[in-house]
T-cell receptor, first 111, second 114 residues
């Protein structure tokens, strides 16, 4: 079945350093979503990518969708303590109407 | 704003009990999902439903069943609870009718089976 791998599992950075998490799917995706989950909270939607090679930015966050629509990345520039949490990607294979989540990357930012 | 409400934030049950987890959404979404979240494993899809009385198995349906009698309500049932079902359970809803939309999650139910 469809699998979505996400690396790294954990990342500790000093405040101000950059951070990247990567997502790889075993199958071609129709779209991919990114979520952030704060400790004790539920996943909150960040962004959705649909087009091959698409790049979207939200302030210090940059999201990319690979040309083959099988991989994606989230890059945070100059991390802040408010960026702490677990970041998940979730991919939908065409026509399935279900999303398969990556295992998540837990980010800790040291002040 | 979409509101997804899960009936309990914390729940403690005993092995062998039948357990019901309820989820209600207020945005008339067609699609609803039940996930369980475990450390290091992310969110794994148990069951989903794309319409009333319709259900599809996700990746880990064993030991669970679901019910969707009304559009706004999606119930997860543990037929005979076991300790390996201790987990955080998350419900989500989404509509695909307007193109690609985000999933909206409830606050989760932390279920402990003793």
């Amino acid at each position: 079945g469809q699998q979505v791998m996400q690396i790294p599992q954990y990342q500790h950075v000093q405040e101000g350093e950059d951070f990247t998490t990567y997502c790889n799917s075993s199958t071609t995706l129709s779209n991919i979503q990114w979520y952030k989950q704060r400790p004790g909270g539920h996943p909150v939607f960040l962004i959705q990518l649909v087009k091959s090679g698409e790049v979207k930015k939200q302030k210090r966050l940059t999201f990319q969708f690979g040309e083959a629509k099988k991989n994606s990345s989230l890059h945070i520039t100059a991390t802040q303590t408010t960026d702490v949490g677990t970041y998940f990607c979730a991919g939908e294979a065409s026509g399935t109407y279900k999303y398969i989540f990556g295992t998540g990357t837990r980010l800790k930012v040291l002040a | 704003d979409v509101k997804v409400t899960q009936s309990s934030r914390y729940l403690v049950k005993r092995t062998g009990e039948k357990v019901f987890l309820e989820c209600v959404q207020d945005m008339d979404h067609e699609n609803m999902f039940w996930y369980r979240q475990d450390p290091g494993l992310g969110l794994r899809l148990i069951y989903f439903s794309y319409d009333v009385k319709m259900k599809e198995k996700g990746d880990i349906p064993e030991g669970y069943s679901v019910s969707r009698e009304k559009k706004e309500r999606f119930s997860l049932i543990l037929e005979s609870a076991s300790t390996n079902q201790t987990s955080m359970y998350l419900c989500a809803s989404i509509t695909f009718s307007t193109g690609y939309e985000p999933q909206h999650f409830g606050d989760g139910t932390r279920l402990s089976i003793l």
